[in-house]
């Protein structure tokens, strides 16, 4: 005869039934964790794949060569970079989580950092700036300026910001510090150029020093060139004659010209202030380019500021890479003294030139600039050079015969120099305008082009339009409608279980 169970046994066979249900449940939680932590699916549903990388990156990030450190410095606090705080902070974990399963040493680490807060870190990181993404890999380091990381477009007269470009921007600078060799920029000497180096390049007015330290810092190297001595070397990807204040010799030119020959496809960036005869004129004209012995004058509002410096803006186009930002967000150039360098008319088609930044209607170009006296200058008819002036023009040789779209050379060359100088460089516009210049020059622009199967990702706005009236009424609806609603069913439930 079987023993009838006992109350006591019952409930301990229970509560064993229930621990091994518990350690069973927990068991089955751990290993879908540990399965989504390391062979976990994710499927981005979105209609423009914000939450996903494109192949191409995926591809260059596979195939990482060293670490790279992505330091983000947005302050989520500011209005004006919140959005771009929150942009950048998914699109870095993207990038981290791609790299997860790469070998040690070749996977990106993502860093948020207030460089206020964290000052220690941010002098260990080397970046002391604010509200901009810095890329690190060995001694290598790429900022990305936050107009990187938007498309402006004008809508009308105002800006919109139309798309996020987050992904070729960063991509572009992983490429570029994970690449060893450094692009070298020269700068001539010699002729009595804004100086570079020593305590005089730290001159307000007529130093270099924050133009140099701004392209040490965006990896680029940088030697002077004394031309009467040597060839531009061969490693030089950019050559920078920085407000010469004598000539050039022939042998000089002959050499400029040799390195900017479709063999060698060189890139000059020429800053000529007036009252110089540099002894370029016929090189510079090869490209299409003449640069005008004139001291450009304008008393217009439109064209000087509050203390008389002369403004300019790039209000000739906005589709040339050099001024495509500048003119998109209108931002002014204090330029200082300043000479015509425009686009030559009836120039050989083989070169394409773009007149990039010039003066308001109001000024002209004064040509006895040098009489002596304390005259005023005025303009004198059919004697000036007539407003609107071209102050800045961009040249590019392209291949013809079909051989190549490749451009295979690049000029631009700038009427004054003044406005790269330590003082004036300061100023957003004239930074904006000398980096995109370089950049282009040196085709860092062309990296990014690079990636053309990167897509730009469309800003979605979903804006709610009410009227007063649908305001008042959407009010009352969440004060009294929906509270009454659950009231209503809370009184229905006691009244059927009183039943």
Do not use: C
């Not at 690190?136 to 900022?143: F, K, L, T, Y």
């Amino acid at each position: 005869m079987s023993r009838e169970p006992t109350f006591r046994a019952v409930r301990r066979r229970r509560m064993l039934h229930f621990l091994a249900q518990a350690v069973l449940l927990l068991t089955l939680f751990g290993g879908l964790n540990y399965l989504a932590g390391f062979s976990g699916w994710r499927f981005d549903l979105t209609a423009h794949h914000r939450h996903s990388l494109s192949a191409e990156t995926l591809v260059y990030l596979k195939n990482l060569t060293s670490d790279v450190t992505i330091v983000s410095t947005f302050d989520r606090d500011v209005d004006g970079y919140r959005n771009a705080a929150r942009d950048v902070a998914e699109l870095l974990g993207e990038y981290e989580r791609a790299t997860a399963r790469n070998p040690p040493g070749h996977r990106i680490t993502k860093t948020a950092l207030n460089v206020v807060q964290n000052a220690r870190e941010a002098r260990k990181l080397g970046v002391d700036e604010s509200n901009l993404i810095v890329a690190i890999s060995g001694g290598r380091r790429r900022p990305i300026e936050p107009n990187e990381l938007y498309l402006v477009q004008k809508n009308g007269a105002t800006p919109e910001t139309t798309a996020f470009l987050g992904e070729k921007a960063l991509t572009a600078a992983i490429l570029d510090v994970t690449n060893p060799a450094k692009k070298k920029i020269y700068f001539t000497s010699g002729h009595g150029e804004l100086p570079l180096t020593g305590p005089e390049s730290t001159d307000m007015d007529h130093g270099l020093s924050l133009f140099r330290d701004q392209l040490v810092s965006r990896n680029y190297a940088y030697e002077t060139l004394d031309l009467s001595q040597n060839d531009v070397p061969a490693d030089a990807a950019l050559v920078i004659i920085a407000g010469p204040q004598g000539r050039f010799h022939d042998d000089e030119s002959v050499r400029l010209r040799r390195y900017l020959s479709t063999a060698r496809a060189g890139r000059l960036l020429a800053l000529l202030g007036p009252g110089v005869k540099h002894n370029l004129d016929e090189l510079l004209l090869d490209w299409g380019v003449l640069t005008d012995d004139v001291l450009v004058m304008d008393n217009s509002t439109a064209g000087q500021n509050d203390t008389g410096e002369l403004i300019l803006s790039a209000s000739i186009r906005d589709d040339h890479p050099v001024i495509q930002q500048l003119s998109v967000l209108e931002l002014p150039v204090r330029f200082g003294a300043a000479r015509i360098a425009r686009p030559f008319l009836g120039h050989d088609n083989g070169f394409n030139v773009t007149a990039l930044i010039g003066t308001s209607p109001g000024a002209w170009g004064e040509r006895n600039y040098a009489q002596p006296g304390n005259v005023a200058p005025v303009f004198t008819p059919n004697v000036d050079a007539r407003g609107p002036l071209t102050i800045g023009t961009a040249s590019e040789r392209v291949p013809t015969g079909g051989k190549s779209s490749v451009p295979s050379g690049r000029v631009v060359v700038f009427g004054g120099v003044d406005w790269v100088a330590n003082g004036r460089l300061q100023n957003p516009g004239n930074g904006t305008l000398l980096l995109a210049s370089v950049n282009w020059l040196v085709e860092r622009d062309s990296l990014s082009a690079a990636l053309g199967t990167v897509p730009p990702r469309p800003i979605e706005r979903i804006q709610l339009t009410l009227t007063q009236q649908q305001l008042v009424r959407l009010r009352y609806t969440l004060i009294f409608a929906l509270p009454g609603a659950a009231a209503l069913l809370g009184l229905s439930v006691f009244w059927f279980r009183r039943r």
